[in-house]
Nanobody, 128 residues
Framework: QVQLVESGGDSVQAGGSLRLSCTGA???????MGWFRQAPGKEREGVAA????????YYADSVKGRFTLSQDNAKNTVYLQMNSLKPEDTAIYYC??????????????????????WGQGTQVTVSS
């Protein structure tokens, strides 16, 4: 049974940093892991994705240069380091994984439809 658990959400001032963690169980290390976020009144959007065995990453334009993915395969954990946070980054952040382990495009990797399993989400609030 695949399980994903996010942690690390908090309230910070604009310009601050947070590191989110997503720990998984029940799957191999060669997968795509995605981070998504959903702000109040908005659709969920893809933020970043990583192919866990190879460390290959994609980022949404809105977070490039500010957010960075990393992983600890021994702990089955993917991290999303978020720097220079802005009020518009306020959202519930979710991690997700799917069955596909092949090379895919950024559009696919940042699309909700690509993923089969989701965590419960962690709240990030950035105040100005």
């Amino acid at each position: 049974q695949v399980q994903l658990v996010e942690s690390g959400g908090d309230s910070v001032q604009a310009g601050g940093s947070l590191r989110l963690s997503c720990t998984g169980a029940g799957f191999t290390d060669n997968r795509w892991m995605g981070w998504f976020r959903q702000a109040p009144g908005k659709e969920r959007e893809g933020v970043a994705a990583i192919r866990t065995r190879f460390g290959f990453t994609y980022y949404a334009d809105s977070v490039k240069g500010r957010f960075t993915l990393s992983q600890d395969n021994a702990k089955n954990t993917v991290y999303l380091q978020m720097n220079s946070l802005k009020p518009e980054d306020t959202a519930i952040y979710y991690c997700a994984t799917g069955w596909t382990s092949t090379t895919i495009s950024s559009i696919q990797a940042l699309a909700e439809s690509f993923y089969n399993y989701w965590g419960q989400g962690t709240q990030v609030t950035v105040s100005s």
